[in-house]
């Protein structure tokens, strides 16, 4: 049996909580504010702490500082909301959470994360606060309601509190100088500069000079001193962006500086320290490089110390309309800040182009739709964008669907049913995401948790969508 405490202002949710955990076994204390909940912290020992994110007074990010700042052993705290965000995810776990649910919490959930609570060590002391706007336009960059980029949030949040270097890896225009920038902005080195540099855009003989600098006459045209990125960076955060296509002389030079903290100048003997986190990024797999021989083993061990894997956004369907109504938006408000006339407003998707986005496969990834989105705006006239305004970009089939099952009867445009193309989007998304369900049950002959993992979501929100379907 567990102590645990229950924070939460809902009075209706913290006792249900409450009920369901006293069932499997365990004591409860609840809290209705912030202040109560670190009041009771500091009376009792509890072995975990379920805590509310939005509440009046001190919200849920602030009580789990308190909690860090006032009590000599933190228990796991996890932390609930029904309004998740990239940002709040990502500052949750910095501050020391052990994990960041969303509302509503089923029975199933609560036994699988307080599993893992009450076998897990104490989280380490979060590093020093760092403040992060909700609306900067990196942070947004990064926002998706699915699972798979909520994992990517987490694991943010966790690797912001640490100095180790990162590994972050995905396709090309999946986002990876975004996870770089939050993992800055989220860190204790928030004010410190933030330096990035593409290895496969400078010519291998330039590199070199580009990340450690060089000295007058160093090389035929160096006619002054270079600091170079390294000493650029000095406190803050270096961005090696596309590593695996950077040459085995200078990965050898990367790997001294990582290990010793210093950098040698081109040109030059003398060596200068510098205090540097590195991010390494790359669409490459390099442990198979390592294998073939053209990326070096040590360094690769030593970048990949912690890693971050960014999902293409083919496997992230639940973000492609949240996103592309995003860019939409920022290109509205591009163009309003320029002056011109009839851009006050961003423009809309019909139900037809948003059934065509979410059946692109997405080649191009964030950095695809982004752009779509950017020449929508300003090629489409009228203010909802439709199916024929995407035809030209997206060479899109019936086939994109899986198998195209379920799909008999009269079509319409892109091979779906007629009658799909009129009313509102979310009726029109809710259909779509319920013959996918559909699809991937039908694939796991059953299976839940392979369906779950076919379509990238927990298991948990499968049973809930199987659930508001009618599926069982």
Not at 21 to 48: C, I, K, M, N, P
Request: hydrophobic letters at 45%; glycine letters at 10%.
């Amino acid at each position: 049996m567990a102590r645990i405490l229950i924070v939460d202002d809902d009075d209706a949710f913290r006792e249900t909580l409450a009920e369901t955990l006293q069932s499997l076994g365990h004591e409860t204390s609840e809290a209705g504010s912030g202040a109560e909940g670190v009041a009771a912290a500091q009376r009792t020992r509890f072995d975990a702490v379920f805590l509310d994110h939005r509440m009046p007074g001190m919200d849920g990010l602030e009580t789990l500082a308190a909690l860090q700042a006032r009590l000599a052993r933190l228990p796991p705290v996890i932390v609930l909301t029904a309004y998740a965000s990239g940002g709040n995810t990502i500052e949750a776990m910095r501050l020391g959470a052990f994990d960041h649910l969303t509302k509503p919490i089923s029975r199933g959930a609560v036994i699988e994360v307080l599993t893992r609570a009450l076998h897990s060590e104490a989280p380490a002391v979060a590093a020093a606060s760092a403040v992060a706007d909700e609306n900067d336009a990196d942070a947004d960059a990064l926002i998706g309601p699915s699972e798979a980029m909520r994992e990517v949030h987490k694991r943010i949040g966790l690797a912001a509190a640490s100095a180790a270097p990162v590994l972050v890896r995905g396709e090309t225009g999946t986002g990876k100088e975004m996870v770089a920038r939050a993992l800055h902005r989220y860190s204790a080195r928030a004010d410190a500069p933030f330096i990035a540099i593409n290895c496969a855009a400078i010519p291998k003989e330039l590199l070199e000079s580009e990340l450690f600098g060089h000295v007058r006459g160093a090389f035929t045209g160096a006619i002054g001193e270079r600091a170079g990125c390294f000493r650029a960076a000095d406190g803050g955060v270096l961005l090696l962006d596309e590593i695996g296509d950077m040459a085995p002389g200078v990965q050898a030079k990367i790997l001294r500086a990582l290990q010793e903290g210093e950098v040698t100048p081109l040109g030059s003997h003398k060596t200068i320290r510098v205090d540097v986190r590195v991010i390494a990024a790359t669409h490459r797999d390099l442990a198979a490089a390592v294998r073939e021989g053209s990326f070096r083993e040590d360094l690769f061990y030593r970048l990949n110390v912690l890693s971050i894997r960014v999902p293409p956004l083919r496997d992230r369907l639940a973000d492609i309309i949240p996103l592309a109504e995003h860019f939409l938006r920022l290109a509205a408000a591009r163009a309003d800040s320029t002056g011109r006339t009839g851009t006050d407003a961003a423009k809309k998707l019909s139900a037809s182009a948003a059934q065509m986005l979410l059946r692109h496969t997405w080649p191009g990834n964030v950095r695809e739709l982004r752009n779509l989105m950017e020449r929508c705006h300003a090629l489409v006239r009228q203010r909802v964008i439709g199916a024929a305004d995407l035809s030209g970009d997206l060479a899109v089939s019936a086939g994109e669907l899986p198998d195209g099952e379920g799909l008999s009867g009269a079509s319409g445009a892109g091979g779906l049913p007629a009658d799909w193309l009129g009313g509102e989007l979310p009726a029109t998304v809710e259909r779509l995401e319920k013959l996918l369900i559909e699809h991937a049950l039908a694939q796991a002959q059953g299976n839940r948790a392979e369906a779950a993992r076919q379509l990238g979501i927990h298991r948990q929100l499968l049973y809930r969508k199987i659930a508001q379907y009618g599926l069982d």
